[in-house]
């Protein structure tokens, strides 16, 4: 089944039949999208909600606006437990987009999105790993306390640019893997 707010999101589908001039338009076809997500969403359909969020999140067809996406995200997950919109939420509160900068209620999100699927187990595994990381970094004064996750004293991995702990994530699920290797039983 096939939902209006999809369509525009098939533009360039050759099976979807829509003008050439208004398909060249981007910003027209994701101001059209988020027009219908908008008209999906109250009606009871979780994913919308989610979807809109995210169309708030990224800017997409509208100014990017956090505090909306948060909204858009909380009556997600409040209404229908929507375990993607847990788990963005969370990474809001962890990141201070929009809200507040709240590590322990970023942890009790996540919880609650692995709690809700078991799909999320993973990503809010890694999520919490990370988590975890910051926090200890933040008690013992590494992070320089203004919020926005820059790190006082381990300035060279803020050579890898801002997606530093995407790296640094990388490194710490590779050496486990080896450990894993290095430890099974030979035979």
Avoid at 45 to 56: P, Q
Avoid at 92 to 107: F, R, S
Avoid at 158 to 179: C, E, Q, R
Wanted: charged share 15%; glycine share 6%; net charge negative.
């Amino acid at each position: 089944m096939t939902k209006v707010a999809d369509l525009p999101n098939f533009a360039d589908s050759p099976h979807f039949p829509f003008p050439e001039e208004l398909a060249e338009s981007e910003v027209y076809v994701l101001s059209r999208a988020l027009q219908y997500w908008s008209r999906s969403a109250p009606q009871g359909y979780s994913s919308a909600r989610v979807r809109l969020g995210d169309y708030y999140y990224y800017g997409w067809g509208t100014p990017v606006d956090y505090s909306n996406a948060a909204a858009q995200y909380r009556q997600a997950s409040e209404a229908q437990r929507n375990p993607q919109a847990m788990f963005n939420l969370a990474y809001m509160h962890e990141q201070g987009l929009g809200l507040k900068q709240d590590l322990h209620l970023a942890k009790r999100f996540y919880d609650m999105a692995a709690e809700t699927s078991v799909d999320a187990k993973i990503p809010v595994a890694l999520a919490l790993l990370k988590l975890s990381f910051m926090t200890t970094l933040q008690s013992f004064g590494a992070l320089d306390g203004s919020g926005n996750g820059e790190i006082s004293l381990l300035q060279p991995l803020l050579a890898f640019g801002p997606n530093w702990d995407l790296y640094l994530l990388t490194v710490l699920v590779g050496i486990l893997g080896l450990m894993i290797y290095f430890r099974r039983p030979n035979q």
